[in-house]
């Protein structure tokens, strides 16, 4: 059986995240997805505008993935060792950087093969939190002020 794994925040869920699942879903037996808890992404500098609970349910009920987790740390190779996974998914942003190169060989060195699939273009949570400050002129920032979290 082929395990695969992905990881992301999967806040504002669209089309590209749909694309993601569905392409890996096509490459693997069982797909795992890493679902960001929100430490972790304010960690990384960001907020989600979606509570992590709610991600990580939307996540789960695509029927592209056979179980969602919850993503508590950056290091993909132990999430991978740990839940079996022979295959990474990742976007194709990442592809050719120096840190991903590396990552190729680490990942590779233990029989774990990175794919890396193309961005939807023209969509992304970022834009969509823009189109929304726009329209309804706040942000994922004042959201949680205003509800004291």
């Keep these: 059986m082929i395990i695969g794994y992905t990881t992301g925040v999967y806040d504002l869920f669209h ?8 392409n890996a879903k096509g490459m693997c037996d069982k797909l795992i997805v890493g679902v960001t808890v929100d430490q972790l992404v304010q960690y990384k500098g960001k907020s989600a505008m979606i509570p992590f609970e709610d991600r990580i349910e939307i996540v789960r009920s695509c029927k592209y993935v056979d179980a969602a987790v919850p993503q508590y740390s950056m290091d993909k190779l132990k ?36 794919i890396y699939f193309p961005y939807t273009r023209g969509i992304s949570s970022t834009k969509i939190a823009e ?15 205003k509800e004291g979290r």
Excluded: P
């Design 79 to 114: 999430a991978c060792k740990e839940l079996g996974a022979t295959m990474l998914f990742v976007g194709d942003d990442w592809y050719g950087t120096d840190k991903w190169k590396k990552y190729e060989e680490d990942f590779g060195a233990e029989g774990i093969k990175i």
């Design 15 to 22: 089309i590209g995240h749909l694309n993601l699942l569905k």
């Design 131 to 145: 189109a929304l400050k726009t329209v309804r002129g706040w942000t994922a920032d004042e959201k949680i002020h």
